[in-house]
């Protein structure tokens, strides 16, 4: 007799197996017990007969509540009218019962499953949004893998700011002063990619702005890309090309998922290149048509991301931003300096922008003027400075925010469901 996972049971369809999980839920009818069952991998409705169980199955049928950790021996039948498989029990142990549950089947409010959230991540919508998440990452593995990226890890503790800000988390570091937690790892990669042409990262990224959106989170996981010899309008079509590989395999990969999410597939089916391009100008000239007030020079708020792309079926790029808004390190136009050769992909569905990449300069003189003009520390960053003084090439990158693309994939409102342990300005637990 083998153990199974019941992800893989309608393999073993007429055979009598091991299945080792817990009990999320069950029911009984007179001399009939149905327990619901999940492993981690995927679930199973465990059927006890009172008539044709051993009497100490059915005696341990009684002892069960929620979460109760359970091995069961059973065969594997298929449901009567339903594409589902059932186990038929003949033998069960229990490995603990279980204290009584606090999340019930009642309604509860996104404070008291934030403070449970080591529970609540066995709940079925949780479960299925972190498989979806594990698909997006092994997706973009995937996909650099195949177009000669390679992975390289940056620094989680740094002594200078990616872009200048002053929203970082600040560390003492021995005798050296102060590090911060990084909120990119752009910059160290710019050096990779002078060594290896085509480079990513992937891990946590911290920023301490006071933000209490649905969108944002202080520490997110952020995959950032640089490439040698790459321009912007081929910077757009990798962004592109990883997007559309994404969807596929989510769609491939997570249809139970998706069911489970109650997802509307049908809007992640038609997420196919090409994207729609959009300069700046043109995009707030469409959102101000469409009611909102924000000016020529502003950044694009929520609000105006949502408008932008309510009738598009594809993501859109808002490219060519003017230079005052954006970081020091964009290229700018060469037809136009008052702009920088930079993209913020706008996702459809109202969740907003997803990866955000640009041209770099790559000329030392004019990356010099514009740190002077930041008024940003020139002796932190002449390491980066040196990188355009020894071969220095035409080179692009970006960075995506994972939990935004799985909030994206899933349809989920607040990026605080798409991380298992979400920290937020006001919450550090569990």
Known sequence: MQTILLKNIANYLGQEVAVRGWIYNFRSSGSISFLQVRDGSGFVQAIVSKNEAPAEVWEACQKITIETSVEIVGTVTKHPKKEEYELQVKDMKIVQVAEEYPIGKKEHGPEFLLDERHLWLRSSKQWATMRVRNTVINATYEYFN???????????????????????????????????????????LEAAAMSFGRCFDFGPTFRAEKSKTRRHLTEFWMMDAEAAFVHHEENMKIQEELICYIVKKVLENNKKDLQILERDVSKLEKIKAPFV??????????????????????????????????????????????????????????????????????????????????????NYDLLLSRMKEEKMPLADFQWYLDLRKYGSVPHSGFGYGLERITGWMCGVHHVRETIPFPRMINRLKP
């Open 146 to 188: 195949q177009n000669g990226f390679i992975k390289i890890d940056t620094p989680i503790l740094t002594p200078t700011a990616c872009e200048g800000t002053t929203t970082l988390f600040e560390v003492p570091y021995f005798d050296l002063g102060k590090a911060y937690l990084a909120q990119s790892g752009q910059l160290y």
């Open 277 to 362: 391009r959009m300069t700046y100008h043109d995009a707030i000239k469409k959102v101000q048509s469409l009611g909102s007030d924000i000016k020529d020079g502003d950044d694009l708020g929520a609000d105006d991301e949502t408008l932008l792309t309510q009738d598009s079926d594809v993501p859109i790029f808002v490219e060519k931003w003017p230079r005052q808004i954006k970081a020091f390190y964009m290229k700018r136009d060469p037809q136009n300096p008052e702009v920088v050769l930079g993209s913020d992909l706008i996702a459809t569905e109202g969740h907003g922008e997803i990866i955000g990449g640009s041209e770099r300069e790559d």
